[in-house]
């Protein structure tokens, strides 16, 4: 069956969108329901974090997402407004660690320690030094980068695998243990795998992962946002409306949605892999002005339901990402996405400790 469409208008400090436009819009939100018989969520667990939050010092950076890789003790953080890749620690000094011509603007960015590299997602928003300005949204690509170095393994355009005229956006990649990389379309539902030595193709193309997610005047057809490997190899994927989907590798076709007990708050943004297989994700307050949530999904069953808790917030509405940081706590990245959008320069940007139970 498919999902009723959902129409989002943005409010409060979220209005970046039609600041892009010059359009003026009223804040409402449209309800979805997950359809699910499972209970809704538990409360959440007292759990205040001890760290302090990093503020870094990247002007103009703008990062959509980062990792954290603990034996530097080194966060990396892509940028939507260049093609590199920043490295900082818990300082917040930043330095440019991956810059490479091919990339135009750099936005999922995950490590792989088995190989010791950065894989990065290839991205257009037209915000970028490198942007082709008249084609926004036109360029779909994954990078490989050594992570000590910085130096390319390769850079691969995805464009040749489909050659469509559709708009494109790698939301978001993952990696498996045999070292494939999973990278997700946010507006196709499409998924691509990229071998080892950087040989892509189209791994699934499903209507389940059809995008029914409008930010108004800025993008229609929004799906899907983040993507884990989890044990069962098995892909979990989070959709921007804040369903998730789970994908078996080794039969991707049997794909198929995940039996919450209450959606994720939309638009989910990102999300990580906790230590005992649940997940942590962020849910952005991008389209109504309010504080972005942290959730537990707990799974069950293979994956094949799980359960929704709100574990905390942070008051920045504009918050994409979650990753673990030292000594193991979760930060949430607020990137300045906001300022991005409205043509506003940026001196730097933040990462909250969170609580994720």
Same mark, same amino acid.
């Given at each position: 069956?498919?999902?009723?469409?959902?129409?989002?208008?943005? /409010?409060?400090?979220?209005?970046?969108?039609?600041?892009?436009?010059? @359009?003026?819009?009223?804040?409402?939100?449209?309800?979805?329901?997950?359809?699910?018989?499972?209970?809704?969520?538990? #409360? /959440?667990?007292?759990?205040?974090?001890?760290?302090?939050?990093?503020?870094?010092?990247?002007?103009?950076?703008?990062?959509?997402?980062?990792?954290?890789?603990?034996?530097?003790? @080194?966060?990396? =953080?892509?940028?939507?407004?260049?093609?590199?890749?920043?490295?900082?620690?818990?300082?917040?000094?930043?330095?440019?660690?991956?810059?490479?011509?091919?990339?135009?603007?750099? #936005? /999922?960015?995950?490590?792989?320690?088995?190989? +010791?590299?950065?894989?990065?997602?290839?991205? +257009?928003?037209?915000?970028? +030094?490198?942007?082709?300005?008249?084609?926004?949204?036109?360029? /779909?690509?994954?990078?490989?980068?050594?992570?000590?170095?910085?130096?390319?393994?390769?850079?691969?355009?995805?464009?040749?695998?489909?050659?469509?005229?559709?708009?494109?956006?790698?939301?978001?990649?993952?990696?498996?243990?045999?070292?494939?990389?999973?990278?997700?379309?946010?507006?196709?539902?499409?998924?691509?795998?990229?071998?080892?030595?950087?040989?892509?193709?189209?791994?699934?193309?499903? +209507?389940?992962?059809?995008?029914?997610?409008?930010?108004?005047?800025?993008?229609?057809?929004?799906?899907?946002?983040?993507?884990?490997?989890?044990?069962?190899? #098995?892909?979990?994927?989070?959709?921007?409306?804040?369903?998730?989907?789970?994908?078996?590798?080794?039969?991707?076709?049997?794909?198929?949605?995940?039996?919450?007990?209450?959606?994720?708050?939309?638009?989910? =943004?990102?999300?990580?892999?906790?230590?005992?297989?649940?997940?942590?994700?962020?849910?952005?307050?991008?389209?109504?002005?309010?504080?972005?949530?942290?959730?537990?999904?707990?799974?069950?069953?293979?994956?094949?339901?799980?359960?929704?808790?709100?574990?905390? @917030?942070?008051?920045?509405?504009?918050?994409?990402?979650?990753?673990?940081?030292?000594?193991?706590?979760?930060?949430?990245?607020?990137?300045?996405?906001?300022?991005?959008?409205?043509?506003?320069?940026?001196?730097?940007?933040?990462?909250?400790?969170?609580?994720?139970?």
């Amino acid at each position: 069956m498919k999902k009723p469409k959902l129409k989002f208008v943005i /409010a409060g400090a979220a209005a970046v969108a039609a600041v892009t436009t010059g @359009t003026a819009m009223a804040a409402t939100m449209l309800p979805t329901g997950s359809g699910s018989e499972k209970p809704t969520a538990v #409360q /959440a667990k007292e759990d205040t974090p001890t760290a302090d939050p990093i503020q870094v010092d990247g002007a103009n950076v703008f990062p959509h997402s980062l990792d954290y890789d603990a034996e530097t003790d @080194t966060f990396y =953080a892509g940028s939507l407004s260049q093609g590199k890749v920043f490295a900082f620690g818990p300082d917040g000094e930043v330095r440019t660690h991956i810059d490479d011509p091919l990339l135009v603007s750099a #936005q /999922a960015v995950q490590i792989d320690p088995e190989r +010791d590299r950065i894989l990065v997602s290839n991205v +257009d928003y037209g915000t970028s +030094d490198r942007s082709d300005k008249d084609n926004p949204f036109g360029f /779909a690509g994954v990078g490989s980068y050594d992570l000590e170095t910085g130096e390319q393994d390769w850079c691969v355009d995805l464009r040749p695998l489909f050659e469509d005229g559709e708009k494109h956006l790698i939301a978001d990649v993952t990696v498996a243990p045999d070292g494939t990389v999973y990278a997700v379309d946010q507006l196709t539902p499409t998924v691509f795998a990229v071998e080892p030595d950087g040989s892509a193709s189209i791994f699934l193309r499903d +209507d389940l992962l059809k995008g029914d997610l409008d930010i108004p005047d800025f993008l229609d057809g929004v799906g899907m946002a983040a993507v884990d490997w989890v044990e069962g190899d #098995q892909l979990i994927i989070t959709m921007g409306d804040g369903s998730m989907v789970r994908v078996p590798v080794d039969s991707p076709e049997g794909a198929q949605p995940v039996e919450l007990s209450e959606p994720l708050e939309a638009p989910a =943004a990102g999300m990580r892999v906790l230590d005992d297989g649940s997940i942590a994700a962020v849910s952005s307050g991008l389209l109504t002005g309010e504080p972005a949530r942290i959730q537990r999904v707990e799974p069950g069953d293979g994956w094949k339901e799980a359960t929704v808790t709100v574990t905390d @917030t942070v008051e920045d509405p504009v918050t994409s990402d979650v990753t673990v940081g030292p000594d193991g706590e979760t930060y949430a990245l607020s990137g300045g996405l906001a300022d991005l959008l409205a043509g506003r320069p940026n001196d730097g940007f933040a990462l909250t400790p969170v609580a994720t139970d």
